[in-house]
């Protein structure tokens, strides 16, 4: 869940939707914008992009010509990027900008430069910051290991599910049936947080929104999860 609650009535009241056509961009916008007007924010526009496109600039000058406040995307890494190009090239600056796959990835604060990513938001937050124990041993040994950082969303996912597969092993060997059990039962330590599966869908995340902050991708939503406060409005380009 991407929370209103946390972020955006407290500092915007018009916002602006973008998707791809894919499954992905289709299921958040559904879910999102009824709860942008739940919270009493207003949906300028709710425009759709063709997965593959290479010239969003038309839709982003439609978009720039709305003034919203916050502009949020619902995309894969190629429209994240493209996105970001050209809403940088066409002076679209919104006070909340927001995407979803992609944002997440050092590439993409590399590609941009930190200080143009600088307070820009998106899906999935982790950071070696978190107050988990093993999250900063685990970017060390990637680092170390690969010599790149991870990403601070799934690669963190990733590794402890092994974590977790491990803690099972452990406990009650290569039985299938008792491992599968212990996970429906048992709460298991990680560095993504104390993970626990209900209805064999993990409840746990190290948060769900995070900004670009000088170099680091903090996790401003939900509050009680904040490794920083929110940067707003969003610093112009440079």
């Known amino acids: 869940e991407i929370s209103t609650r946390d972020w955006s009535s407290d500092v915007c009241s018009s916002d602006l ?31 759709t992009y063709p997965m593959g496109a290479k010239d ?29 190009k050209q809403a940088k090239t066409i002076g679209l600056n919104p006070e909340v900008f927001f995407a979803t796959v992609g944002v997440a990835f050092p590439f993409y604060r590399d590609m941009f430069k930190s200080e143009n990513v600088e307070g820009i938001m998106g899906a999935g937050a982790w950071n070696p910051n978190v107050k988990y124990p093993g999250a900063r041993e685990f970017y060390d040994a990637h680092v170390k290991h690969s010599g790149q950082e991870p990403d601070r969303w799934g690669s963190a996912f990733s590794y402890a599910s092994v974590q ?12 299938n049936k008792k491992i599968r059990d212990l996970y429906a039962s048992e709460t298991f330590p990680t560095i993504i947080g104390p993970v626990k599966f209900v209805n064999q869908f993990n409840i746990q995340a190290p948060g769900e929104v995070g900004q670009w902050q000088n170099g680091e991708f903090e996790v401003v939503s939900p509050k009680s999860k904040r490794t920083a406060e929110p940067i707003f409005p969003k610093p112009a380009w440079k």
């Open 164 to 175: 977790i597969m491990e803690q099972a092993v452990a406990k009650v060997g290569l039985d």
């Open 17 to 47: 939707l973008i998707r791809h056509t894919d499954l992905h961009g289709i299921e958040f916008v559904n879910y999102v914008k009824p709860a942008l007007k739940k919270a009493g924010i207003k949906v300028l526009l709710s425009e």
């Open 56 to 84: 969003l600039s038309p839709l982003l000058k439609k978009v720039k010509a709305a003034n919203p406040e916050a502009v949020l995307a619902f995309s894969y890494p190629g429209g994240t990027i493209l996105l970001t």
